[in-house]
């Protein structure tokens, strides 16, 4: 069992930038790959960013490539994520997500612990 805490979401505006952070509790951290997913009102959750188990390999969504950076520290037991020239259209619940099997890193299903969720909302 791992126990994931998200903290660091806001209201921010257009062009702004946020940090958010999640921490991780239980089982050793170093062993999950972990990864962040959104979702906004009245939308299904999707994928934002992934890291491996080391932090050597990240994965990103075409929508945030190049804005947001994720980044982990296996000392630390946390996983980050780094939004830059946030757009209104970026205005969801954040979740923390991780998984001690890396099959799909793209979906929800391929994860089987979640944070309860940090909201960002961006505005015009």
């Known amino acids: 069992q791992v126990y994931l805490v998200e903290s660091g979401g806001g209201l921010v505006q257009a062009g702004g930038s946020l940090r958010l952070s999640c921490a991780a509790s239980g089982r050793t951290f170093s062993s999950f790959a972990m990864a962040w997913f959104r979702q906004a009102p009245g939308k299904e959750r999707e994928f934002v960013a992934a890291i491996g188990r080391s932090g050597g390999i990240t994965y990103y969504a075409n929508s945030v490539k190049g804005r947001f950076t994720i980044s982990r520290d296996n000392a630390k037991n946390t996983v980050d994520l780094q939004m830059n020239s946030l757009k209104p259209e970026d205005t969801a619940v954040y979740y923390c997500?991780?998984?001690?099997?890396?099959?799909?890193?793209?979906?929800?299903?391929?994860?089987?612990?979640w944070g309860q969720g940090t909201q960002v909302t961006v505005s015009s």
């Open positions: 997500a991780a998984t001690s099997r890396w099959g799909k890193y793209d979906e929800v299903g391929s994860y089987n612990y």
